[in-house]
């Protein structure tokens, strides 16, 4: 049974870092490139970058400079490192596959308030 759990998410002011993970089971993450996504109220869900099976990395411009993601290949777990975030990165945060993507985690919410 494959399973994707992200956690991590939580309320922090404009300007402050979260770490995202996100488990998987029944999928190896080190053979496929994985993409952390996010959705905002409203609005449809839109890929925030991706982690190649080698490593490589690619973000989408709202992210670009202030997002990192890694991988642990012996957790099998994925990490969206967000900085310098603003009220407008607010949304729902997950993570799949990126070809043939699996069932959705239930996602972790992240707020970015004052």
């Known amino acids: 049974q494959v399973e994707l759990v992200e956690s991590g998410g939580g309320l922090v002011q404009p300007g402050g870092s979260l770490r995202l993970s996100c488990a998987g089971s029944?999928?190896?993450?080190?053979?496929?490139?994985m993409g952390w996504y996010r959705q905002a109220p409203g609005k449809r869900r839109e890929l925030v970058g991706t982690?190649?099976?080698?490593?490589?990395?690619n973000y989408g411009g709202p992210v670009k400079g202030r997002f990192t993601i890694s991988r642990d290949n012996a957790k099998n777990t994925v990490y969206l490192q967000m900085n310098s975030l603003k009220p407008e990165d607010t949304a729902v945060y997950y993570c799949?596959?990126?070809?043939?993507?699996?069932?959705w985690g239930q996602g972790t919410q992240v707020t970015v308030s004052s």
């Open positions: 799949n596959r990126l070809v043939s993507p699996l069932s």
């Open positions: 029944g999928i190896r993450f080190s053979i496929n490139t």
């Open positions: 982690i190649s099976s080698g490593g490589i990395t």
